[in-house]
Nanobody, 123 residues
């Protein structure tokens, strides 16, 4: 089992920045691909970004490419999502996820989930 706890959400004005953190514990964190998903009110959960277990490979949704950066520190068991140039449409609950193999964008194929952290971007 892997336990995930997100932090760093909040309220920010459009154009601002936030950094989300996800602390992992339990099984060997360094062997998991890690990802971020988000779910806006009334919408399905969608892929945002993911990073391979080594940190060498990253993948982003087109809607956040160039604005968000995912990274990880395996020694600390933590993955980050730096979000810049935030837009009102980025408003959602953001979830950290882990899986035992490589990066995929389908939420159904991720094995472990955090409880989520709210990000609200005002216009």
């Amino acid at each position: 089992q892997v336990q995930l706890v997100e932090s760093g959400g909040g309220l920010v004005q459009a154009g601002g920045s936030l950094r989300l953190s996800c602390a992992a514990s339990g099984r060997t964190f360094s062997r998991n691909a890690m990802g971020w998903f988000r779910q806006a009110s009334g919408k399905e959960r969608e892929f945002v970004a993911a990073v391979s277990w080594s940190g060498d490979v990253t993948y982003y949704a087109d809607s956040v490419k160039g604005r968000f950066t995912i990274s990880r520190e395996n020694a600390k068991g933590t993955v980050y999502l730096q979000m810049n140039i935030l837009k009102p449409e980025d408003t959602a609950v953001y979830y950290c996820a882990a899986r035992d193999f490589g990066i995929v964008t389908s939420a159904q194929r991720w094995d472990y989930w955090g409880q989520g952290t709210q990000v609200t971007v005002s216009s």
